[in-house]
């Protein structure tokens, strides 16, 4: 339960707010690499954080970030040429390159000088791990290029979707973050998921239905333990991992399975770009799990075709059956685990109402990292914000047996730590 | 002509207004019976008086009508399972039974008492007459059950529906206590409805084309007479009630077709929903007339399918056919009584300007009842508001021959008592 | 580039606001004439300044502009009966004549008095030109009927086209005098374009690609020249009127094509009536240039068939072809050279933000054009503002060869003068 203030302060996230100085401080997901597949390909317009920006490769490859509106006239730069190092709005030919410097000012005389005293507003795009990711902060406040596990293996190591989720980040985020959900509105569907089954895991799943949960800092942000019963020695743990600003990564069933995680990106106050991703530290990922993760299955979703839009969506109350509600296919009549996730965090409405809401010990979670991100603000000038360093992102998410007396942070302390070319400890 | 204030004070009935505390004194039409048909069956999501709700009926048959929005984490419970005496979130399984109590908490450790602290906001709703009738005000104040004539019928007595109008609730009803537009919106068609055809009164508003117009306070609300001349002695009069806070009874042609009626519900300030009923004190609707109903035909509509709204709406222009409005087929171009009644009121705007209009002698009804209504306000604390006795329900509407020097609500006393088991007195 | 206050002035046009007092000062284009085409034909809504109107022509013949919605009760005029020298409102047959006079009151007794004091808001409308002309002024101030030259030939000589533009008028109408736009946005087209091929003037215009504007105060409005080096002693300058508050002429190529002109009529605040014209004074439009007019070439457009909405739209992106845009068919990947300009100008936004623009010296036709749109504010009470006097319409755009030391508003004097039975000055 939050104040009418607090709620205002963690789901507001333009160019002049609180929240929206802090976000800018990080890099973060843009647009996925194959939307801009080559040299000179057509620009994308993209909206990140309440700005409308486009994007573009340009004839050496260079990739630029720019604000959308041409500083001439404000025409959109959508329509422009993208031809020889730069882009050309339609309307009177300006010409910017990557980093927004104008280039050519063909309506003007030869000997104008006007072009010199004008800078198009442009942010670093960078193509990293199959995403191209943006950094809208203080040039002087740059951090090092992200270093999530995913982003820096092979191509074939890992597959990325992004969705338009019609919510505000904060309450997708915090659906990212909280385990105790998946008992319900997944729970007729774990067996389903390739990436669940056959695992000692969904034993104790099953044999208890009520984890306790438990949350402890880390540099980056947020351990998340949920602890079950496994035998008389042992607890049974899956452990979450949030980082700042909006990341989580959910832990894997057994170490053949590829890892899942999120990132949730505002684009304005009451949309946000939902990133999946699943990997596999020691091995391309199979066909047959390709094939289902290309088909919106596990993390995934189904889309329009030709948009990122979900075809199960708000407008067709998310293809809701309920016979299959009824039969104990689906726990909410949805299929689907990203839409059984989206269409209840849609149904708070486009920015959820937190004075109403009534918080139980289920969503210390949720609790604690709007507190990090609220202190958060209060610390902005510092150099090293949680999640900043890279080595906060080199983490990874596991389930393990651990002794009952073993606090989980430290019992699990080596299995969420990033070394390149292991596996997952993960059971 | 209203004031701008006058004109927001009758027109909002949210949850802090004045209007809408008046009108959650009364029971009122919720839902159809046929919208919850059996145990157990899909919840249903309505909007009342601006606030929104979800309305189910339990495994015992109880109706439960709650806030929508769980109190955990404001989901929906539009997506939760109605299952063993109760509905159950699909976001983290917290269950409510038809009074709002959270019978299970399932995301709680066993031993919680957290669960004991919430309450789910919920309202009595019972089933009467074919309608599920709900009670939005404080539970010290309510009043006894609906007793409207129809709603203490056989099934077979009487048919309902009901439609969305996509304008505020207070121009809806003043169509219905508006006798003299029947005159030019329906002037073509009056001959058309089987349930105007054939009757003595016909011939007297074809002879009589200027009625005059006399209101009379009644208990409940008003009583609106519209006096033709019918012969040397005698006038002919057609005497509509309007029961507060917003039911409206119109009289029949004849003692053998059935009556028809109205309630205006807001939905919201734009919206509301217009509930039609016909029925007959002493048999059953024959087919021919149920079909006819079913149909669209008198005050009913036609829907586009699997929906609540009109075929003919502000989308399609009402499907306006300029050519049958020019050889008189219809007097606006719009097909269908309902569809010509709403399709104006709808032209007016979402809520009609009240600053602007110019009311004359036969705006009377329209008057006094705003009049009444916020009159009522006045009094709001009393026990005993217009409308909400018993005895102010049954009552009908008739049309009679009265001497010229009878006073017509002295005339017709007799014939506008609901007396169980007799036929309308009418001709 | 304006202050946010001045991009307020110059875009509002209601019935309150500076400009739209400044606007109901002229007379401008309501509604084609084919919209009205016969006596007693159906009425049609029509919004002009942001206000809601209902045009209408009567039994005789007669004109009306009436406010749409009826005195009475606020319905609107939409679905009235059109007969009998009078809009008969359907909901309670009160009915007005063309000038907004009740002429019959059927709901009131017949020796009411209350008829006498309703007064309809109206307006002047005119046929002249294939157009309905509107005046929405005060009646001391109605200037003499529009004498632009094209609204007083013949209806053989003329084309007019009108189709929504989903933005202010202000953007719209600073791309009708925006010279410098032609050599980009439609670059890869003029010579597709009958009405511009096979001219010297094209020569001049591939030949030099950087011209110079000029701009001079002209009595009506702004004449703006485009200059390009032609010969040894001689410019090529093309001549663009502008003439208050909101028309624009296009000189035409050679004398034996048409001329084009467009107004620019606001809607309300955030979409406009985009007209275009083409006409020649001395001849008939030949069947094969009316072919391409009638099918969207030129400055006008394809519709979505039974609107005036273009078929390329915002809705669609216009119809954006990249690979014609990356094979030099089109610049910005758009077709239509209406389309190229509505696509970039919608692009800015419903409202451009004209504190954000950065205008260069080829821009001087629009920043003087705000310049005494602004200055007229000051004189608003004078009865001759710049463009009231018909003489201040009565002129021709030109493309001529002037000698290099000659001013070109002196040395095209005679070309940009109507003179009856004459044809363009033009090359």
Known sequence: M?????????????????????????????????????????????????????????????????????????????FGRNEENGLRCAYHGWKYDVE????????????????????????????????????MGPADKMPELPELEWALLG???????????????????????DSSHVSFAHRFNLDDDPMHSGT??????????????EVAESDGGLLIGARRNANEEEFY?????????????????????????????????????????NYHPTRDLREDELQQMRNGDGIHAKYIPGTYRTL????????????????????????????????????MGEIADRTKERLGTSDAAIILAR????????????????????????VRSTSVLLPKDVPFHEGAQQAIQVVPGTDFVSI
Chains 1, 2, 3 share one sequence.
């Open 371 to 394: 507190r990090r991100l609220l202190a958060a603000l209060d610390s902005m000038e510092d150099d090293v914000l949680p999640g900043l360093d890279t080595a906060d992102q080199r």
């Open 200 to 213: 000692a895991g969904n034993e104790y799943i099953k044999a208890d239905t009520r984890p306790k949960f």
């Open 155 to 177: 191509d074939g190591q890992r597959f990325i979707s992004k969705r338009l989720q019609e919510t505000n980040y904060l309450q997708a985020m915090e659906g990212g973050i």
């Open 2 to 78: 939050l104040t009418s203030d607090q709620n205002v302060l963690l789901t507001q996230t333009g160019p002049e707010t609180p929240m929206g100085r802090l976000f800018r401080r990080y890099w973060f997901p843009a647009l996925l690499a194959e939307e801009l597949p080559e040299a000179d390909c057509p620009p994308v317009r993209v909206q990140l954080l309440g700005e409308k920006l486009i994007a573009f490769r340009d004839t050496s490859g260079r990739l630029g970030l720019l604000d959308e509106f041409c500083a001439h006239r404000t025409a959109s730069l959508y």
């Open 312 to 347: 199960a969506n708000k407008d067709n109350d998310y293809l809701m059956d309920r016979q299959a509600q009824k039969q104990k296919k689906t726990f909410s009549g949805i299929e689907g685990i990203a839409a059984q996730d989206f269409s209840l965090q849609e149904s």
């Open 237 to 277: 743990w899956r452990i979450t991992q949030w980082i700042m600003p909006f990341y989580t990564i959910i832990p894997p069933f057994g170490t053949h399975n590829p890892m899942g995680g999120h990132a949730w990106v505002p684009i304005d106050d009451t949309t946000c770009w939902a990133w999946s991703w």
């Open 100 to 135: 927004g410097n104008l280039t050519d000012m063909p309506s003007e005389p030869e000997d104008s000088k006007f072009r010199c005293r004008i800078k198009q507003k442009s942010y670093p795009l960078v193509e990293r791990g199959g995403v191209l990711w943006a950094y």
